[in-house]
């Protein structure tokens, strides 16, 4: 969606600048013709001509602004997703070795053993809510720029899903 607003716009400003040689030509066809008009016209031309100059200055400005905030949001876009790919990754992988790690040991060293790897992983939990708050910011940015109601599902899964990671029964004695 945003790649066919942008080329949309390029061809509009593309469009603007071809038509610009049209308009300056209208312009001095105007400032000629109020040369040769009564003093009464005169005015009501030059005011005719500054209000057209506004208009298209403003026209422009909006064009420049907008393109702006449709490569930005592009380039957040850009950002959003390979953060996105991390995390997911590291949900996945982290939810994996939840289950391996899940089955308790018969005997007290491999219990110990367990305990060790269940606090590390449970640091390694909390040092990606870091990650997770970038990408769900990202994400409400996004959101909030495109109204594109699939991030809001996903940044309601992503909150929950690691919510529920961090909640896992495995990680309360850790604390």
């Not at 105007?30 to 100059?53: A, M, V």
């Not at 380039?75 to 939840?98: A, V």
């Not at 109204?147 to 961090?166: A, E, M, R």
């Amino acid at each position: 969606i945003l790649q066919k607003r942008q080329i949309h716009l390029k061809e509009i400003a593309y469009k603007r600048l071809d038509d610009a040689n049209t308009f300056e030509d209208l312009i001095s066809k105007g400032e000629k013709l109020s040369s040769q008009t009564s003093p009464e016209n005169r005015d009501q031309i030059r005011t005719r001509l500054s209000d057209l100059r506004q208009q298209w200055e403003k026209l422009s400005d909006k064009l420049e602004d907008t393109s702006q905030k449709v490569d930005q949001c592009i380039l957040q876009l850009g950002e959003f997703n390979l953060q996105q790919e991390q995390l997911s990754k590291w949900l996945k992988d982290i939810e994996t070795s939840m289950a391996i790690t899940a089955e308790l040991k018969s005997n007290i060293q491999d219990k110990r053993s367990q305990y060790q790897n269940h606090k590390l992983m449970h640091q390694e939990i909390l040092s990606q809510n870091a990650l997770v708050d970038s990408v769900c910011n990202k994400a409400q940015n996004l959101l909030s720029l495109t109204n594109d109601q699939h991030l809001g599902s996903y940044l309601i899964s992503i909150k929950d899903t690691y919510q529920n990671i961090v909640q896992n029964p495995m990680n309360f004695s850790i604390n």
